[in-house]
């Protein structure tokens, strides 16, 4: 009756994938089991009182003895009592394992997918992930502490119950067995049916709430555009398809409902029937026709249930499914066993032939670095230059392993970086991007982001760090904001120009105090003024500091040293500013705007 | 403190009159989105009854079995009582299982209707709020409501609903039922309402209280999931990861906490209805018992009232369920009315008349903008932008330049005064003809999953293949968007063809281009691409903005060279206005600017 005895040889698949929650369970396991031992007392008791019944039929009710009567009935009042009882000590017992495997999933989804390489974030959006990490969650709750005790105690007390209806009257019960084969028949066709219906509800939820996802975070895009009508009917037919595939699924229970309740109905009237002819012939009493039929009763909520219990096996099966694609993806970026520790901290930075191509780039594509080779000295700022497009950003995020190189190395103060521990590595690297992420914290928080160290530290120590970085990012501003530092900003908080934005950016990478600094065109939304004051601040921080530094203009070109060229995947030119003005065509089409521009603006204003 | 909207929404404590507020709102948008369908949920009660009362005859013809079929067979052995009384088993039987199952299948469409709308409603609520609201409220609320709370109402209406019509009904029936054949048997189950009132009224109060705070939990463990997932690059140089985890296992702790609460309160309430019910029938049990002795009552009516009043224990536990799930939903309910309830800062016109912009002029009449009372970002100011003019903007950050800009394109409305668009009034017009007319692109290209070509195509849904090309050419974005692996059909998140920052806003700038907007605003559109694109879109500009009215917002003072007219903006004033090359030649704010800038090139 339960999925095992439906269909054995397809069921492995369920029942191992349904196993793999096993680690998450723990010692909450045992807890669980011993809330199914609980559940079958309490359904043994729910059994006993047809039994008591049956005493009481064949018994005081013959022979109309009244203090038999009070015994008897006391006695099925006591076994009601006590299935109460161990109802409530069932829920008692599953209560905590249940919860606690919720969490320890929704924590290991949400430590994993922390670790996970953007590569792979590159790729998931986060309304599928938040699918997995928090309905699929649920779903897998309600089926450890719910669903799986309950359908493997309910599925013992149905094997109870035919076992004492044979105790009964053997061929009553062999009647109501096989009559109740067309239930086995419908189960096991319903199972196959259904499985592949859950997965997919589950996925195009997942679907749905991206687009919820995106259109948020979109919102100023369809605004400006008043798309908004667009994205809703889009939106629309996603859910559409999603209703779709509920009502196909509701359609598949109705259809496993209807068998339930029909099978069982019929089964019992056969029995009526062979029951009445046996009692005469006289071998059945009506006592034990009476107990055989109010076992019967006991079981019929059991049965009925089978069938949602199944669906939620099914459902819960798909989930975990949805669940370990996540988690069974393999972090490829981790930390090394044996971390090196390099002698020298200068901050020499050295990438050696690097190659580098996204994941799934199609084959005859040549590799988007393809052979960088590229020496930044300790202290030397290095600025980066290419076309829109070139693998600036990609080749930036490689030092601090925010991707890994797929061929060639890194290496930081002479020491491969994927040899070195990744917290220390990107302790000792620190990046601000053009799209300036701050998270809903107060500014103070956000500025600090990366120095753990002053965590414990004296209030006035991290207060200086601070002070310092706002000052050389040109972001006092925030002592203009409500709560000054300890304004909450990001998200959740006070919102901030994207000027503004990018200069607290800016102001967490130089708290961060790191030896290599790794700027992705930082200074992009500033104005020109600021800018300037930007830039001749942080010349103070990159006089000691290796630094490389994404460049768009001229101006953040002046920062460096030396300039890199970037194109076609290599370096094509390394020097001073003028030199490769002086050399390099292709430098002077990325980097100078004079050459193409109107020399004078327009004159007259027409 | 106030509960309207999503004001008070992570609170707990609600005094009486709140929680009847909220409690209000919830039912009344619950019923208005059922309304609809009330015809065919009337259909689905009487699918029930009907189900229901075939059910309900079960014991009955099994107790007719044993006083009338098994007396005759056994004595007279006559057949044919029970044969009828088996046929009328399967009959019932089949019959209740069919109309469960068609009952069943109409709920279930009815169910998702119901959520559908609710989804539409939601989302579209989303859209029309003003952006100032968004600013405050996060995206992961929004998600939050639309994912775990929807979820949750899905639940009481997949599962919940059927459990509460069937129960009652099958509550009534049984009670028939056991009343005519044995009416003495009714007064325990009487009897018995007392107490399953009472518990029923603790586990109300207590539920609820659970219950709120279990969505708040959520609601918090959604927002953080979001936020971490979005900002992974920064998570990860910034080492965030061990503080994410600290602060993401205490809100998955508190959100434990909170469903164990629920499941506790529900775990003694159901356990103390069946202890009620076993009581019950222990006491039907012994009055009848006493009785058969007698001879006041056939065995087998015993075995059916007995059997009648564990069933009708069975449906009041159904009941139950379903007000757990009841109670479930309305805490979510409450959220999602809260969040409908909010109003749009900027609202739409009733009745706008048709409006399709001529010459493109804008006039700004003493206009003032304040976020709240104490900080004006725009003290009061006028100013007249003349159809066909390309006005630069230019300041300090923070000055004020994209507040303007908003209020020009309509995402925000001023505080006083009025803007027109050829002489009407923006407030006036709706909000398709406004956006048709008006465009604005910011720096932050945000792309929607698809493919180039459909994030293009947010500018002019039904652009030709052809005019899609002609857009990237003129902004010099063809040739990249043709050098993708699939070119514009390429997958802007399939893997290895994420676009750089530059690249997105190169198309962002076609999504502008196609839109061919009679006022088109951009606002450091251009910050991060890097020259030679700069010098391609430079180009494009030219033709762009020709015959348009165009405002931008750039810091890199070479896209400010193709104005004809230069406004420079300090502390939200405007402190110098004029034509360019007049201000060029003069000693004033944008003169040195602009030298500056010079100077920074080269």
Not at chain 1, 343 to 346: I, N
Not at chain 1, 475 to 485: D, M, R, W
Not at chain 2, 7 to 12: A, L, M, N
Not at chain 2, 75 to 78: A, L, Q
């Given at each position: 009756m339960n999925t095992e005895s439906a269909a054995p040889e397809k069921n492995t698949g369920v029942i191992r994938s349904l196993a793999r929650i096993m680690p998450y369970a723990g010692p909450d396991m045992k807890r669980l089991i011993l809330g199914m031992g609980i559940a079958l007392i309490s359904s043994g008791f729910a059994l006993g009182i047809p039994l008591a019944l049956e005493q009481l039929v064949d018994g005081p009710l013959k022979n109309g003895n009244p203090a038999d009567i009070w015994w008897a009935v006391g006695l099925v009042a006591v076994l009601g009592l006590m299935e109460a009882l161990f109802i409530y000590l069932r829920r008692v017992t599953v209560l905590t394992p249940g919860t606690r495997i919720d969490s320890r999933l929704r924590n290991a989804i949400y430590d994993h997918l922390q670790n996970l390489p953007i590569a792979f974030h590159d790729k998931w959006q986060s309304g599928q992930l938040l699918s997995r990490a928090n309905s699929d969650v649920s779903l897998m709750r309600r089926w450890m502490s719910f669903g799986f005790v309950l359908l493997v105690s309910n599925a013992i007390t149905i094997v109870f119950g035919v076992v004492i209806l044979f105790t009964w009257s053997p061929l009553l019960a062999l009647v109501f067995l096989v009559c109740s084969i067309p239930m086995f028949v419908f189960g096991s066709r319903f199972r196959s049916r259904y499985t592949g219906l859950s997965r997919a509800a589950q996925d195009q939820w997942g679907d749905v709430a991206t687009s919820v996802e995106e259109s948020v975070h979109g919102i100023r895009v369809l605004r400006s555009f008043g798309r908004g009508s667009d994205a809703l009917s889009s939106f629309a037919d996603r859910a559409a398809t999603g209703r779709q595939l509920e009502v196909v699924k509701g359609n598949a229970k109705a259809t496993l409902g209807f068998w339930l309740v029909w099978v069982p109905d019929f089964a019992l009237a056969i029995c009526l029937l062979t029951g009445v002819w046996l009692a005469s012939e006289g071998d059945l009493t009506t006592g034990q026709f009476f107990a055989f039929f109010a076992t019967a009763a006991v079981l019929a909520g059991p049965i009925e249930s089978i069938g949602y219990l199944m669906a939620l096996a099914l459902e819960a099966h798909s989930g975990l499914n949805r669940i370990f694609e996540v988690l069974d993806r393999?972090?490829?970026i981790v930390n090394p066993d044996n971390p090196v520790t390099p002698?020298?901290?200068?901050g020499s930075l050295i990438f050696e032939d690097v190659h580098f191509r996204h994941e799934g780039?199609?084959?005859?594509?040549?590799?988007?670095?393809?052979g960088v080779t590229l020496e930044i000295r300790p202290g030397e700022t290095m600025a980066l230059v290419g076309s829109t497009g070139c693998g600036k950003t990609t080749l930036t995020a490689l030092p601090a392993r925010l991707y890994d190189v797929t061929a060639g190395r890194i290496l930081l103060d002479g020491v491969d970086?994927?040899?070195?521990d990744l917290t220390t590595l990107r302790t000792r690297i620190a990046m601000a991007f053009e799209d300036a992420t701050l998270f809903s914290d107060t500014v103070r928080n956000n500025v600090l982001?990366?120095?753990?160290?002053?965590?414990?530290?004296p209030d006035e120590q991290a207060t200086a760090v601070l002070e310092q970085a706002l000052d050389i990012a040109e972001?006092?501003?925030?002592?203009?904001?409500?709560?000054?530092?300890?304004t909450i900003i990001g998200e959740q908080g006070q919102s901030l120009s994207g000027g503004q934005r990018q200069r607290l950016a800016l102001a967490r990478a130089i708290a961060a105090a790191p030896e290599v600094l790794v700027l992705?065109?930082?200074?992009?939304?500033?104005?020109v003024e600021t800018e300037a004051r930007v830039e001749a601040a942080l010349r103070r921080v990159l006089k000691t500091t290796t630094a490389l530094v994404v460049a768009h203009r001229p101006s953040t070109v002046m920062l460096a040293d030396r300039v890199a060229l970037l194109d076609k995947g290599r370096i094509a030119a390394v020097g001073t500013h003028a030199e490769l003005l002086a050399s390099s065509d292709a430098y002077r089409h990325v980097i100078s705007s004079l050459d193409d521009e109107p020399r004078e603006l327009p004159e007259d204003s027409a | 403190m106030s509960t309207f909207g999503?004001?008070?929404?992570?609170?707990?404590?609600?005094?009486r009159k709140e929680n009847r507020r909220i409690r209000q709102r919830s039912i009344s948008l619950l019923w208005d989105v059922v309304r609809p369908y009330r015809a065919r949920f009337l259909t689905t009660i009487v699918l029930v009854i009907v189900s229901t009362a075939l059910q309900v005859v079960g014991p009955t013809l099994i107790a007719r079995g044993f006083d009338t079929g098994l007396p005759a067979a056994v004595?007279?052995?006559?057949f044919v009582p029970i044969l009828f009384i088996v046929l009328g088993f399967v009959l019932s039987g089949v019959g209740a299982a069919a109309f469960l199952a068609l009952y069943t299948r109409w709920s279930i469409t009815i169910s998702q209707d119901v959520l559908g709308e609710l989804r539409r409603r939601i989302f579209a609520h989303t859209q029309r709020l003003s952006l100032e609201f968004h600013e405050r409220y996060t995206s992961g609320r929004i998600i939050a409501r639309q994912t775990s709370d929807i979820d949750t109402l899905g639940e009481l209406l997949s599962g919940g609903l059927s459990s509460l019509a069937s129960g009652i009904l099958f509550l009534l029936f049984t009670a028939i039922a056991l009343v005519a054949i044995?009416?003495?048997?009714g007064i325990p189950l009487a009897v018995a309402m007392i107490p399953v009132a009472a518990v029923t009224w603790w586990f109300s109060n207590a539920s609820r209280r659970e219950f709120r705070a279990s969505r708040i939990y959520s609601t918090r463990l959604i927002i953080q999931f979001v936020e971490s997932m979005t900002g992974i690059r920064a998570v990860k140089s910034f080492r965030r990861e061990p503080v994410d985890r600290e602060a993401y296992a205490d809100k998955v702790e508190d959100y434990r906490y909170a469903t164990k609460r629920t499941i506790e309160v529900y775990g003694i309430y159901d356990p103390a209805l069946k202890l009620i019910g076993s009581l019950t029938v222990a006491t039907v049990l012994l009055l009848g018992a006493f009785r058969v002795v007698d001879g006041g009552l056939a065995v087998g009516a015993l075995l059916a009232v007995v059997l009648y009043t564990r069933r009708f224990f069975g449906p009041i536990e159904n009941l139950a369920m379903f007000y757990n799930s009841f109670q479930s939903a309305s805490a979510a309910l409450e959220k999602i009315s809260g969040f409908l309830e909010e109003q749009p800062s900027v609202v739409e016109p009733r009745n706008p008349a048709p409006f399709v912009a001529t010459r493109g002029d804008l006039s700004l009449e003493s206009v003032s903008f304040a976020?709240?009372?104490?900080?004006?970002?725009?003290?009061t100011f006028s100013l007249a932008i003349k159809g066909g003019e390309t006005v630069a903007l230019v300041g300090?950050?923070?000055?004020g330049k994209s507040t303007l800009a908003k209020i020009i394109a309509r995402f925000y409305d001023p505080t006083d005064g009025v803007v027109t668009l050829d002489g009407r009034?923006?407030?006036?017009?709706?909000d398709i003809d406004l956006r048709n007319a008006i465009t604005l692109v910011t720096q932050e290209a945000y792309l929607f999953s698809g493919s180039v070509a459909d994030n293009i195509r947010m500018?002019?849904?039904?652009?030709?293949d052809d005019e899609l090309v002609a857009a990237a050419r003129s902004v010099g974005a063809h040739e990249f968007i043709s050098a993708?692996?699939?070119?514009?059909?390429?997958?802007?998140?399939?893997?290895?063809?994420?676009?750089?920052a530059g690249q997105r806003q190169l198309v962002s700038f076609c999504r502008a281009f196609i839109a061919n907007p009679r006022v088109l605003i951009l606002d450091?559109?251009?910050?991060?691409?890097?020259i030679p694109s700069e010098r391609l879109i430079q180009h494009g500009l030219t033709t762009l903005l020709a015959g348009r009215t165009a405002i931008i917002i750039a810091h890199r003072l070479s896209t400010v060279a193709i104005a004809d007219r230069v406004l420079v903006m300090d502390g939200g004033r405007i402190i110098e206005d004029g034509p360019t090359a007049e201000l060029l030649k003069g000693t004033g704010r944008f003169a040195t600017l602009h030298r500056a800038w010079r100077d920074s090139l080269v």
């Open positions: 393999r972090n490829d002698a020298d901290t200068g780039t199609p084959a005859g594509t040549p590799d988007l670095l393809n970086v994927r040899s070195l982001l990366g120095r753990h160290d002053l965590r414990d530290a972001a006092n501003f925030v002592y203009t904001l409500p709560h000054g530092v300890d992705d065109d930082p200074l992009s939304a500033l104005d | 999503v004001v008070g929404e992570d609170r707990q404590d609600l005094n004595d007279d052995n006559n044995d009416p003495i048997s976020y709240n009372p104490e900080s004006l970002v725009l003290p300090a950050t923070g000055a009034d923006l407030r006036t017009i709706s500018g002019k849904p039904n652009a030709t993708l692996p699939d070119g514009y059909d390429t997958d802007v998140n399939k893997r290895g063809n994420r676009l750089s450091e559109a251009t910050a991060s691409l890097d």
